[in-house]
C-alpha cells in the first residue's frame, strides 16, 4: 500500500470518522491504516504514537468549534462560547472521554482555552480563580454531553420514578413529570444559567 497523499489533517479526519462509527475503543493502528488504504507504519509520520494521536482527535474536534462573532458582554460571550464547544462535543459522543482525561496541547484546544479565560478576565474574576472557574465550566460541560449521551442508549432500564414508593423517594416522585418530560437543551441552558449566576455573585 501507497502513501496515497496522506497528510495529519487527512490522518485525524480518518481517525475521527473511524471513532464515531466504532467507538474510541477500536482506534487503532492497525485499523486506522485500513480505513486509509495504508500500512499502519506509515502513519507514524503524521502521529508520534498512540497518545499522539487521542492528542490529535482531541485537535479535530475542538477545530469543529465555531467561535461566535464578538457580541458585547461577558455573559453573552460565554453563553456562545460554552454553546459551540457543547456543540461540537455532541457531534462526536464517542470523543468525550478524551476531554475528562487530557490536557489542552494542541494549537485549537489553547484557543479554545485562551478564548474563555479572556472572557472571565472580562468578567472582572481574579487571576488566582480563573483557572479553577474554568475547569468547572468545562467539567459541567464534558458531564452532561456523557449523561445525555448515555441516555440515548436503548438498552437503558427504564425507572418507573412515578411508580417508586413516596415514603422513601419523596423527591424523585415529586418530580418524576420533569423526569419524563427532560429536555437535553434545556436541562444544559438552564445548568449553564446556574453557572453564569454563580459567577455574577462571586463578582458582586
Same mark, same amino acid.
Given at each position: 500500500?501507497?502513501n496515497?497523499?496522506l497528510t495529519?489533517?487527512?490522518?485525524?479526519a480518518a481517525?475521527?470518522?473511524?471513532?464515531?462509527?466504532q467507538?474510541?475503543?477500536?482506534?487503532?493502528?492497525?485499523r486506522l491504516?485500513?480505513?486509509?488504504g495504508?500500512?499502519?507504519m506509515?502513519?507514524y509520520?503524521y502521529?508520534?504514537?498512540?497518545?499522539?494521536?487521542?492528542?490529535?482527535?482531541h485537535?479535530a474536534?475542538?477545530?469543529?468549534v465555531?467561535?461566535?462573532?464578538?457580541?458585547?458582554?461577558?455573559?453573552?460571550r460565554?453563553?456562545g462560547?460554552?454553546?459551540?464547544?457543547r456543540?461540537?462535543?455532541?457531534?462526536?459522543?464517542h470523543t468525550?472521554?478524551?476531554f475528562a482525561?487530557r490536557p489542552a496541547?494542541?494549537?485549537?484546544?489553547?484557543?479554545?482555552?485562551d478564548?474563555?479565560?479572556?472572557?472571565?478576565?472580562?468578567?472582572?474574576?481574579p487571576?488566582?480563580e480563573?483557572l479553577?472557574?474554568l475547569?468547572?465550566l468545562?467539567?459541567?460541560?464534558?458531564?452532561?454531553c456523557q449523561?445525555?449521551a448515555a441516555w440515548?442508549?436503548p438498552e437503558?432500564?427504564e425507572?418507573?420514578y412515578?411508580?417508586?414508593?413516596f #415514603?422513601?423517594?419523596?423527591n424523585l416522585?415529586?418530580?418524576?413529570p420533569q423526569?419524563?418530560?427532560?429536555?437535553?437543551? #434545556? #436541562?444544559?441552558a438552564?445548568g449553564?444559567?446556574?453557572?453564569?449566576?454563580?459567577?455574577?455573585?462571586?463578582l458582586a
Amino acid at each position: 500500500m501507497k502513501n496515497a497523499g496522506l497528510t495529519r489533517e487527512r490522518v485525524l479526519a480518518a481517525a475521527l470518522a473511524l471513532v464515531d462509527e466504532q467507538g474510541l475503543g477500536q482506534l487503532s493502528m492497525r485499523r486506522l491504516g485500513e480505513a486509509l488504504g495504508v500500512e499502519a507504519m506509515s502513519l507514524y509520520r503524521y502521529v508520534a504514537n498512540k497518545q499522539g494521536l487521542l492528542d490529535g482527535l482531541h485537535e479535530a474536534v475542538l477545530r469543529e468549534v465555531v467561535l461566535p462573532e464578538p457580541v458585547e458582554g461577558w455573559e453573552a460571550r460565554l453563553r456562545g462560547l460554552t454553546r459551540a464547544f457543547r456543540d461540537a462535543l455532541q457531534r462526536h459522543p464517542h470523543t468525550l472521554p478524551l476531554f475528562a482525561t487530557r490536557p489542552a496541547v494542541a494549537p485549537a484546544s489553547l484557543d479554545l482555552v485562551d478564548a474563555a479565560l479572556g472572557i472571565l478576565e472580562e468578567a472582572g474574576l481574579p487571576a488566582d480563580e480563573q483557572l479553577g472557574a474554568l475547569h468547572a465550566l468545562v467539567a459541567f460541560v464534558v458531564g452532561v454531553c456523557q449523561a445525555h449521551a448515555a441516555w440515548n442508549d436503548p438498552e437503558l432500564p427504564e425507572v418507573p420514578y412515578a411508580s417508586l414508593p413516596f #415514603e422513601r423517594y419523596p423527591n424523585l416522585v415529586r418530580l418524576a413529570p420533569q423526569i419524563a418530560a427532560e429536555d437535553p437543551d #434545556e #436541562e444544559f441552558a438552564q445548568g449553564l444559567e446556574l453557572w453564569i449566576a454563580g459567577l455574577r455573585a462571586r463578582l458582586a
